[in-house]
């Protein structure tokens, strides 16, 4: 029978995954609230023929309809990278291009390789909104494909470390410095994490499993 007793390597997982719905989650609202107001987003949604856009709609049929009154607030992160990445042109895109898996840049420095998926994640010099958006949506997409919700002390350094690095360029693109997404991701890092509120945030991100073993 599964077991939910706090270990190490649970803690650091629910801490990661705490990151992403309280922290990149906001990060994401807020860019795509800079390009699209959501009174419109529907309307947007709807007018648009790409794929995976229309397979959004109809998975998230009911959250998208609540953006009248709620805004983006239950969008996640899934709904709102393909969102950002498909309807919103102007933003900036990742150096190597959307869903890159290419290991080195073109003038050959070799890019972070995923430890868990073995995917590329953009290397340090590739900066822009799109480089930092992809960078959120690989670790998610991590996250939630894991076997068992537990993550080694290297595997939490790895993400935690682009995360750092995320939040601080955020800081600069939208809260001119106050470095208020820093802040909350500094606090997750030590605050006190129960056997419940890790159990929540596991369920947050998409990995309800009960996993034997654990």
């Not at 029978?1 to 801490?15: G, I, L, Q, V, W």
């Not at 010099?125 to 998610?140: A, F, M, Q, V």
């Amino acid at each position: 029978m599964a077991s939910f007793h706090t270990t190490e390597d649970k803690t650091r997982y629910a801490r990661m995954c705490r990151i992403l719905v309280d922290v990149t989650g906001n990060i994401l609202r807020e860019e795509l609230l800079r390009h699209i107001q959501p009174a419109d987003i529907k309307m947007k949604i709807m007018q648009s023929f790409i794929h995976s856009v229309k397979s959004k709609k109809k998975t998230f049929k009911h959250v998208i309809d609540t953006a009248h009154n709620d805004g983006y607030a239950k969008f996640d992160i899934s709904l709102l990278y393909v969102l950002l990445r498909n309807l919103c042109p102007k933003l900036e895109q990742p150096t190597g291009g959307w869903d890159n898996r290419n290991k080195s840049t073109t003038s050959g420095e070799v890019r972070p390789i995923s430890p868990i998926s073995g995917k590329p994640f953009p290397c340090h010099n590739e900066r822009t909104l799109g480089d930092d958006i992809e960078r959120i949506h690989l670790t998610r997409n991590d996250l939630d494909h894991l076997g068992a919700a537990s993550l080694t002390k290297s595997e939490y350094s790895f993400y935690f470390d682009q995360m750092v690095n995320v939040c601080n360029r955020m800081d600069v693109r939208h809260l001119n410095g106050k470095r208020n997404y820093w802040n909350a991701l500094k606090i997750i890092e030590t605050c006190p994490m129960d056997d419940k509120s890790i159990q929540v945030y596991i369920e947050h991100i998409g990995l309800a499993k009960a996993v034997e073993g654990m």
